[in-house]
């Protein structure tokens, strides 16, 4: 590998991050869920979990804030109120039990992994999303109980939700497949501040994006490929599939599992992205693609647009800039 390839491998290994602030999280491994809202904008969800039945009260946010250009970015992210207690904790009495529910159908945008969800009296709009969001990255298989746990989230917002807008080319001269693009809330870019070593968010504005792929060198159907973070400024992320070494990089992998893992490159990919304050996650899906041949008119043709593309969108952000 030359020396330009091992910087990027170094950043690339460097991509992996812990599972960050959701939108937002309510529990975990829930079943037979629902969702009310009453006309106080309160939201009421009830579920099992471990086989007990759970009413969660939620309220107090909607939308999220852009990160701040001219204020400090400390000031905090929207986020809900969380009664667990169905209104004991918070009103000294059981709330769930005469909840009158006011929320209409759904007529929102389509949604990945949605459970539920409604449109308020007030006209905005509620759901509720669950998927794995702790799976291993490398493509690993589960192997402890936790990452094979399902997330709850709840979101509401009115107006837009965030916009992943991705692309498939090539890197490095064609040697490595590549997934890059912008991720967009309201026209502004999604973005943090602060990351740990590893790229795991330290600040309400981070948002962390998941990479799956389909049918790869790990094996059938779709695997996680790994996670990272949009960059400051521009909302801008770049990802090189390349062979990773699971015991450096922070990556968690099985006991004993210490061999090299090959590039994760795949037929299809998925980003899932978890929504800016309480919005919705979203997703971007799209289709990989063949090996590069420099003496292919149309994939050279393909990947100088792609270029343009990548050069428009990162500009100043010297991790991203690699044809």
Not at 66 to 88: N, T
Not at 135 to 147: E, R
Request: hydrophobic share 35%; proline share 8%.
């Amino acid at each position: 590998m030359n020396a330009r390839a091992a910087l990027v491998a170094a950043l690339v290994g460097m991509a992996v991050v812990a599972p960050a602030r959701a939108s937002q999280l309510i529990d975990r491994n829930a079943t037979n869920v629902s969702l009310k809202v009453n006309d106080r904008g309160q939201a009421l969800i009830e579920y099992r979990v471990h086989g007990t039945q759970r009413h969660v009260l939620a309220w107090g946010a909607v939308n999220a804030r852009v990160p701040p250009a001219r204020e400090d970015p400390s000031r905090p992210q929207v986020k809900f109120r969380v009664d667990y207690s169905g209104g004991w904790g918070t009103y000294g009495k059981a709330l769930w039990p005469t909840f009158r529910n006011t929320c209409r159908a759904y007529d929102g945008p389509k949604l990945p992994w949605f459970l539920t969800g409604c449109k308020a009296s007030d006209g905005s709009l509620w759901a509720l999303q669950a998927w794995q969001v702790e799976l291993p990255n490398l493509g690993y298989t589960p192997w402890l109980p936790a990452q094979k746990s399902w997330r709850l989230v709840l979101s509401h917002w009115t107006g837009p939700v965030a916009r992943i807008d991705g692309y498939a080319d090539w890197a490095f001269a064609g040697r490595w497949h590549e997934i890059f693009g912008r991720v967009t809330y309201r026209g502004q870019p999604v973005h943090g501040y602060r990351t740990t070593r590893t790229g795991g968010v330290l600040d309400g504005y981070g948002r962390t994006m998941y990479l799956d792929t389909f049918d790869s060198a790990y094996g059938a159907g779709w695997r996680r490929e790994n996670g990272f973070v949009p960059h400051n400024p521009n909302g801008n992320f770049c990802y090189d599939f390349i062979p990773h070494d699971p015991t450096h990089g922070g990556y968690v992998h099985p006991p004993g599992s210490a061999a090299v893992r090959p590039p994760g490159k795949g037929a299809r990919y998925r980003l899932t992205l978890l929504g800016p304050g309480v919005t919705p996650d979203v997703q971007w899906v799209g289709k990989g693609l063949p090996d590069f041949d420099p003496a292919n008119p149309a994939l050279v043709d393909l990947e100088n647009r792609m270029n343009a593309i990548h050069d428009s969108l990162s500009a100043r952000d010297t991790l991203c800039h690699q044809h």
